[in-house]
C-alpha cells in the first residue's frame, strides 16, 4: 500500500525542492561578474570649454560604440576597464561655514532658492551630497567666538546659540534641497584661549595638557547639540591644518600629539559618549606631510582603532610644489583599509576681477582627477559661497568660492569651478565604485566611475591650447570624440 503525504508536507517538500534548484541556478556568492560590454552602448557628452557658451551642455546626439582593434600609438585613446574596480564614492561637496551662510541671507529670496538648486538638486543643479562645518569661529567668521565662557573647564555654559542666527537655518536648508540628507563632517580651529599654551583663539599655540579631556568632551556636547537641532552629524576632524601657526584659529599638534590625543582621549571619549560610529579623520592638512602623520599615527593600534579615515587640503602649492598625489597613494599602499578623504581646497588670494579666469576650474579638475585616482573616497571644497570681496573674512584671507555672490545687486556669479566640480559630483554619484581608466597623451586627464544604476560616468579634461580627437575605448569598443582647448568633459555610458 503506498504510503500517503499529507498535503501540508508535500507542500513544504514542493517549496524546499524549489529553493534547491533556485540556489543550484543562482551565482555563488563572491563569483565575478560578467564582464563588462560595451557593444551595442551609446555615450551622452557634456562639455565645459573656455572661450563658448558650453557649461556642462549636453551633446545633440550620443555617441555610439564599434567593435575596435589594436590601437595604434598614433591613436590618441581614452581607455576605460570597468572589470577593475577600486574605491567607493562617499560624496562630493563643499563647506558651509558661518561666511557662506551670512552672504546667502543677503541675497533676495529667489537667489537663495537658485543657490540651493544649483548646489543640492540632481537634476537642476550639480547634486551635492557631502558638507563640512566648523566646530566654533574660523577665519570665514564675521568675529572669533567660542562655545563656552571663559574658563569653564567642565563646559557647564557651552552653548551653539551663535550658529543658530546664521548657520544652522543655512544648514537646514541646504539639507532639504539636497533631498532630507546630506553627509555632514565636522572641523574645529581651535579649543577656547582658556585651553591653550598662547590663551589666544588665533596664532597657533597647543592645547594644554590639563585640558585634554575637557577638550575631547567638548566635541560630543557640540556633536550631540546640532543632533538635537536636526543636523545629524557623519563624522569629525581631530584638527583643522595641525601643523600651521594661523593668523586666524589655529592649534598645533605634533603626529605624536595627535596620536595620543586620540587613543587616550578624543577616541574613548566619543565611545563613551556613544558616539562610537561617528567617523573619526585625522591630519586634516595638505599632502606634503600625509604620509608621515598616516603613518605616525595609524601605526599604532590603540590610536588606530578609532581612526576611520585621513583628511587632507591642496595647499602644500604654497611651497611651489606642484600638487602631491603621489603621497596619497603611499598611504592607501601602506594602509589600504584606511580611507582618503579631501577635506578642503580652494583658490586664494580673491580678485573680483579674476572671477571668470579658466584657471580656477583647471585647478579643481586638477585635484579632483589627481585625488580620485589615488583613492579618495570624497572631495569637500571649502566655501560653497561668498561675496564680492570673498568674504566675509575676520582676518583678510580672502579666497574664491565656486559661486560668488555680489550683495551689491544681489545676483550669483558662477565661476567655471563650479561646472568642473559638477562635471563629477551631478555624474559620479554616491555608492559609485571608480574603474581602471587611462590616457595615452598627458593633456588628457582622465578618472571613471561605475555608478549604483550600472551607467559609467568618464571624465576628461583637455589642459591644452588644442582641440584633440580621441577614441573612447572600452575592452574593444570605440566612440570616437573630440576634446576642445581647456575643456572638461563627462560621458555618461548607458
Request: aromatic share 12%; hydrophobic share 40%.
Amino acid at each position: 500500500m503506498p504510503t500517503l503525504i499529507s498535503p501540508k508536507l508535500l507542500t513544504l517538500l514542493l517549496a524546499c525542492s524549489a529553493g534547491l534548484a533556485a540556489a543550484q541556478s543562482a551565482p555563488k556568492a563572491g563569483a565575478p561578474a560578467a564582464p563588462y560590454s560595451a557593444a551595442g552602448r551609446k555615450a551622452r557628452a557634456f562639455t565645459t570649454a573656455q572661450g563658448t557658451e558650453l557649461r556642462l551642455a549636453a551633446a545633440a546626439a550620443p555617441l555610439a560604440f564599434q567593435p575596435a582593434g589594436q590601437p595604434l600609438e598614433t591613436q590618441v585613446c581614452v581607455f576605460v576597464d570597468p572589470n577593475h574596480r577600486f574605491q567607493t564614492l562617499l560624496g562630493i561637496g563643499g563647506a558651509l561655514t558661518d561666511a557662506a551662510a551670512e552672504t546667502f541671507f543677503k541675497l533676495p529670496k529667489a537667489q537663495q532658492q537658485e543657490f540651493m538648486r544649483a548646489y543640492y538638486s540632481p537634476t537642476d543643479g550639480i547634486g551635492y551630497t557631502l558638507a563640512r562645518t566648523h566646530i566654533g569661529s574660523c577665519d570665514f567668521s564675521s568675529a572669533p567666538y567660542t562655545y563656552v565662557a571663559d574658563n569653564d573647564a567642565a563646559l557647564k555654559t557651552f552653548s551653539v546659540q551663535h550658529d543658530e542666527q546664521f548657520r544652522i537655518p543655512f544648514i537646514k536648508q541646504a539639507q532639504a534641497a539636497a533631498g532630507g540628507k546630506l553627509t555632514m563632517f565636522v572641523s574645529p580651529w581651535t579649543p577656547p584661549a582658556f585651553m591653550k599654551t598662547n590663551h589666544d583663539l588665533l596664532h597657533g599655540g597647543k592645547l594644554l595638557p590639563q585640558f585634554r579631556q575637557a577638550w575631547a568632551t567638548h566635541y560630543v556636547k557640540f556633536i550631540k547639540e546640532y543632533e538635537r537641532q536636526g543636523i545629524p552629524i557623519w563624522g569629525l576632524s581631530v584638527q583643522n591644518e595641525e601643523m600651521a601657526t594661523q593668523k586666524w584659529e589655529s592649534c598645533l599638534y605634533t603626529a605624536e600629539e595627535e596620536r595620543d590625543f586620540i587613543k587616550n582621549f578624543l577616541g574613548p571619549t566619543l565611545a563613551q559618549g556613544g558616539l562610537g560610529d561617528k567617523k573619526l579623520i585625522a591630519w586634516d592638512h595638505n599632502r606634503d606631510l600625509l604620509f608621515q602623520r598616516a603613518s605616525t599615527v595609524l601605526d599604532d593600534p590603540a590610536a588606530a582603532r578609532y581612526v576611520w579615515g585621513i583628511g587632507y587640503h591642496w595647499y602644500e602649492t604654497w611651497t611651489t610644489s606642484a600638487m602631491l598625489f603621489d603621497n596619497e597613494r603611499r598611504v592607501k599602499e601602506a594602509f589600504p583599509n584606511t580611507n582618503l578623504l579631501f577635506t578642503e581646497g580652494c583658490v586664494e588670494n580673491f580678485r573680483f576681477d579674476h572671477v571668470n579666469d579658466w584657471a580656477l576650474g583647471e585647478r579643481y579638475g586638477t585635484s579632483m582627477i589627481g585625488d580620485f585616482n589615488a583613492g579618495t573616497v570624497g572631495w569637500t571644497d571649502w566655501n560653497v559661497l561668498l561675496d564680492e570681496t570673498g568674504g566675509p573674512n575676520h582676518v583678510g584671507n580672502f579666497c574664491f568660492a565656486p559661486i560668488i555672490a555680489d550683495t551689491r545687486t544681489g545676483q550669483l556669479l558662477y565661476t567655471n569651478a563650479y561646472y568642473y566640480i559638477g562635471h563629477f559630483s551631478k555624474f559620479v554619484r554616491p555608492g559609485a565604485q571608480r574603474v581602471t581608466s587611462a590616457s595615452n597623451r598627458d593633456w588628457l586627464q582622465t578618472t571613471a566611475f561605475r555608478n549604483p544604476d550600472g551607467k559609467l560616468a568618464v571624465v576628461v579634461m583637455n589642459s591644452s591650447d588644442k582641440k584633440q580627437d580621441f577614441q573612447l575605448w572600452l575592452n574593444g569598443q570605440a566612440a570616437p570624440t573630440t576634446s576642445l582647448p581647456h575643456s572638461i568633459m563627462t560621458f555618461v555610458v548607458d
